[in-house]
């Protein structure tokens, strides 16, 4: 009788050893450590991307290809749902829309950025760049590091610069050759202050109208011309509504690609390399195949026989510059003396 009570009483401290340790009331049962970037990655992130552009141009074929390479490096766990052809906000709208994080990515031509932050004018300034290779510079560069660092105090965590390529001079009016062809003309821009004054400057009415605001604009008489790269004046049918172009490389037309900064932040670590990761190939793929898209869209535009297409001569772009040097005395206060001592470095190396 003795030992079964011993049996039975083993038996019931080995029954509660194991609910003690079981319910966390063990010696062994110690809190363990959290690895943070692991943290969250059990939940499913949607990142809303929002556009203005078509989907068959640089940006919008970009955007596909970002959700596309998000999507598989972290096995469907964030999803970039893209939003092209301002379906959800027009250009200068994104701004609010991603301060409020209703969207959580977008991707604003470096003209629109300017009505937030003036030091993004330097990318307006008429003829700054000579080529796409100093354009890459400018963004891998000093002046890349100074626009991002400047736009983190509006609440933007800038992932990425995006390429498109450089602007052309359209209109209906009469071929552009010298600065004074565009006296009198009525021309779209977009909310830059420094693309306003371009034309003001050679005796042109700069206009504002939203990007998908163009084409009846143009169709409708409301302006003369408007200034785009062939991407877009391809894709969104501009030329069907314009007689002539000057194939002018006058400004380069790029994108800057923001999060908000604080949602960034709240993101798991592996996430957040896994974006950076798709951002950087994709980046990398865009620069190597915008000027051929553009390219393209050039021939399809002459063969469509439907504009008459003027190419800038070198003797001509040097007329323009001179015309436009009053632009960089007048702005060069707002962008920074810091930002402009880097372009002027640029310029002397090209």
């Not at 096995?75 to 959580?104: K, T």
């Amino acid at each position: 009788m003795r030992g079964l009570i011993t049996i039975c009483s083993f038996l019931i401290i080995g029954v509660l050893t194991a609910f003690y340790i079981g319910f966390g009331f063990g010696e062994k049962d110690e809190p363990k450590a959290v690895d943070k970037e692991l943290e969250g990655l059990n939940e499913k992130y949607v990142l809303r991307f929002s556009h203005v552009v078509a989907e068959n141009t640089p940006k919008g074929l970009a955007a596909s290809m970002f959700a596309q390479l998000v999507r598989e490096k972290t096995d469907g766990w964030v999803e970039v749902q893209v939003f092209p052809n301002a379906s959800l906000y027009e250009a200068q709208d994104e701004f609010d829309g991603l301060m409020r994080n209703d969207i959580h990515i977008i991707a604003p031509a470096l003209s629109e950025i300017t009505v937030l932050d003036p030091k993004w004018l330097i990318m307006d300034l008429p003829y700054a760049f000579k080529d796409e290779k100093m354009v890459e510079a400018a963004f891998e560069g000093k002046i890349g590091e100074l626009l991002f660092e400047s736009i983190k105090d509006y609440g933007f965590h800038g992932i990425a610069y995006w390429d498109n390529s450089f602007k052309q001079f359209t209109n209906n009016e009469r071929p552009i050759i010298v600065p004074e062809d565009f006296k009198g003309l009525t021309v779209r821009v977009m909310p830059s202050i420094a693309l306003m004054e371009t034309y003001r400057v050679i005796g042109a009415q700069p206009r504002l109208f939203s990007f998908n605001e163009v084409y009846d604009a143009l169709s409708e008489g409301m302006i003369d011309g408007t200034e785009n790269t062939l991407s877009n004046i391809f894709s969104k049918g501009f030329y069907k509504q314009q007689k002539y172009m000057t194939l002018s490389n006058h400004n380069y037309l790029g994108y800057a690609v923001f999060m908000n900064s604080e949602y960034w932040s709240t993101m798991p670590v592996d996430y957040q390399k896994s974006i950076m990761e798709a951002m950087d190939e994709v980046t990398v793929w865009l620069r190597e195949h915008s000027q051929t898209m553009n390219e393209e869209m050039l021939y399809r535009i002459k063969n469509s026989g439907v504009i008459d297409i003027h190419y800038q001569t070198d003797e001509e772009k040097e007329l323009w510059k001179q015309e436009f040097n009053s632009l960089y005395e007048r702005f060069q206060n707002m962008i920074g003396p810091e930002l402009m001592e880097e372009l002027n470095r640029l310029q002397s190396g090209y």
